[in-house]
């Protein structure tokens, strides 16, 4: 019987890339994997197909042979027969999954969290802080390699120094942390006396933190290789800054731009003038036309805030509240009186008009 074209089994062109072939291969070997379909002969039949055109076209030699002779290539070659060794191939495809084979850095230091709070204005304009966080330190007695002064450790005999052993499961093979060495590939027999073998200690420390201008609630500053040191000399983790800022008395802050409340009396509400407001450089003057009424904004541009991630600063909103006047004396009450009065003439005449 003829056996089908390699690549109308993955279903994809002759020209296409390595990436191409994984991802149709892995898309089909899904599909019909014997796991998913028991008991169906077709089913592992077209895996075997699969299987057998993706390790031809994945390998240069043989695509070449393939592309210029087709099966012809092929026929002493005892790679159609027998039974297809599963495990092998996805242990290429899904590595990332089960480990890949390759040993992996388990013990890792720890990362670390410290909340910083800052003023608005210290955000805006960037500040410098000493901070102290409690952490694991490489200890100095072992050098962090967790042996005792003039011993050294020994390689794991069950991981034989990989970290990790493989479980066959079904049709896969699974790779999993050793449990005798818990991924290190060794064995400490005569720890350290200072830190029972961990290669670190318990230390506080300070460090001086560097808060660029623009930062916001919810912003994090990372700090590599400030976390916690990792068991037995490995890598250290890192420490992120998160940011918090309070809230400001006048100030309220949205992105890059400023909102503020400015209260201005009803006269120069009414005829216009010139106030003052404040912005986080000093206090500014503003003009405000005649007849502005209450909760209308007023933009100045480039007084907000200069974001980490904009260019130009923002603007501050101003919002004008026209506050009502008290403990009045007797002439501006009597002043009010005569204004209160034009005002009824004047709606008197407008509606004798209607």
Known sequence: MAKSDYYEILGISRNAEDREIKKAYKRLAMKFHPDRNPGNTGAESKFKEIKEAYEVLTDPKKRAAYDQYGHAAFEQDSMGGGTADFSGIFGDVFGDIFGGGRRQNVNRGADLRYNIDLSLEEAVNGVTREIRIPTLEKCYLCSGNGTRPGTTSVTCSTCQGQGQVQMRQGFFTVQQ?????????????????????????????????????????????????????????????????????????????????????????????????????????????LKVPAETQTGR??????????????????????????????????????????????????????????
Do not use: W
């Open 177 to 285: 942390m050793c449990p005798t060495c818990q991924g290190q590939g060794k064995i400490i027999k005569d720890p350290c006396i200072k830190c029972q073998g961990h290669g670190r200690i318990k230390k506080s420390k300070t460090l001086s933190v560097k808060i660029p201008p623009g930062v916001d609630t919810g912003d994090r500053i990372r700090l590599s290789g400030e976390g916690e040191a990792g068991e037995r000399g490995t890598e250290t983790g890192d420490l992120y800054v998160q940011v918090q800022v309070r809230k400001h008395p006048i100030f309220e802050r949205e992105e890059s731009n400023l909102y503020c409340d400015v209260p201005i009396n009803f006269t120069v509400a009414a005829l216009g003038g010139e106030i003052e407001v404040p912005t986080l450089d000093g206090r500014v003057k």
């Open 297 to 354: 904004l007023f933009r100045m541009r480039g007084k907000g805030v200069k974001s980490l991630r904009g260019r130009t600063p923002g603007d501050l909103l101003c919002r004008v509240v026209v506050e009502t006047p008290v403990k009045l004396n007797n002439r501006q009450k009597q002043l009010l009186s005569e204004l209160k009065e034009s005002f009824v003439e004047l709606n008197s005449n407008q509606k004798s008009m209607l």
